[in-house]
């Protein structure tokens, strides 16, 4: 439970002030929660301070971590934008990592605030001409962030895949997390799907790993009102795999967002903008699809506690209902295979 004391809000203008030492009577004021994800808290805050005789005030984000893995999640998420900043991907200035001794108990990281809307806010409104302008300006950093060599963002001992140089190594850890859900959980309505991804195993076939954020849609894109340009926030999930995964989840949301006409337009523009064209699609569309509604089925088992708070058993057969039809509508048109959990919301 992160709660912003004045004694800790004492600590963190200290820590600010050791950060930038020519910066004077340094205080931290005006904090208010923005939101609370699956193992984050956010709060904005403001920060004065004097510096050359003038005083100058910003504002920047607190990111909190409360999940029993908060001080390596923070300092790696830190680690991944830095790096991906220095490898010219739109990202939020990071200030400063808290990991350890954090005055606030739970682990932390500043970084700049965007004043500007969501990607999400601009598409709600745009006209078709514009929704595929934008779609195109959403799909050039992650088309950049692909083409990134992955260990220019992470280090070799502290990436998860082993067998980096068989093709099928990415493929087959994603079937054997698959599988053992559905042996944990005894869902043997999802075999036909596992059965599916097994008979086409050649099509997850890797041809190049990389840096995958894997949780790219509109509402994590924010526009910079002055400049225009865009701020990719939320690299919790980062990891090192198949573009196409990454890439699958991302059209879908965006669809979802935008329209599910324009998912085909994200698609061919990340095709132009690559210049390549993206092999076996549908396949990691049913390999994300199916993780995802295995999920939802594991969150509906009386034994799981649903780690996300806003998401509850309820709120699944109710207001989150459409979240998950989406993606299984799609998954249902390309297998022609039905999941009565599913189909029961």
Avoid: C
């Avoid at 923070?74 to 350890?100: C, F, M, N, T």
């Avoid at 085909?264 to 993780?291: C, I, N, P």
């Amino acid at each position: 439970m992160v709660a912003i004391t004045q004694k800790g809000i004492q600590e963190l203008s200290a820590l600010y002030q050791k950060k930038y030492p020519h910066r004077k009577n340094v205080l931290a004021d005006n904090f208010q929660e923005i939101t609370t994800g699956w193992e984050t808290k956010i709060f904005s805050f403001s920060i004065h301070f004097e510096a050359k005789g003038a005083v100058y005030s910003e504002d920047l984000i607190l990111r909190f971590y409360q999940g029993p893995q908060g001080t390596s999640q923070s300092k790696r998420e830190y680690a991944v934008i830095k790096k991906v900043a220095q490898a010219g991907l739109p990202v939020p200035k990071v200030v400063l990592l808290v990991s350890d001794s954090s005055p606030f108990e739970n682990p932390f990281f500043v970084m700049e605030k965007i004043d500007g809307p969501t990607m999400a806010a601009e598409l709600d409104h745009a006209s078709d001409k514009s929704k595929r302008s934008l779609i195109k300006q959403f799909t050039a950093p992650f088309v950049k962030l692909h083409q990134l060599s992955w260990d220019q963002v992470f280090a070799p001992e502290s990436q998860s895949l082993r067998n980096v140089d068989d093709p099928l190594a990415y493929i087959n850890s994603k079937l054997y997390e698959m599988r053992t859900l559905i042996d944990r959980f005894t869902f043997t309505e999802f075999e036909g799907h596992f059965h599916w991804l097994e008979e086409r195993l050649e099509h997850g076939a890797v041809s190049r790993l990389s840096v995958l954020h894997n949780d790219y849609h509109p509402l994590n894109i924010l526009i910079r009102d002055e400049e225009g340009g865009l701020a990719i926030i939320d690299w919790s999930y980062a990891e090192v795999g198949d573009y196409r995964l990454d890439l699958a989840w991302s059209v879908l949301l965006l669809g979802v967002m935008a329209g599910e006409q324009y998912r085909d337009v994200m698609l061919a523009s990340y095709e132009q903008l690559s210049g390549d064209r993206v092999e076996h699609f549908q396949y990691f569309e049913v390999l994300k699809f199916t993780q995802r509604t295995l999920t939802i089925a594991t969150w509906l088992d009386d034994s799981v506690e649903i780690p996300v708070k806003k998401i509850t058993k309820a709120a699944i057969h109710n207001d989150y209902k459409v979240h998950i039809l989406n993606p299984y509508r799609r998954l249902k048109e390309i297998t022609g295979l039905s999941l009565n959990t599913i189909e029961a919301l």
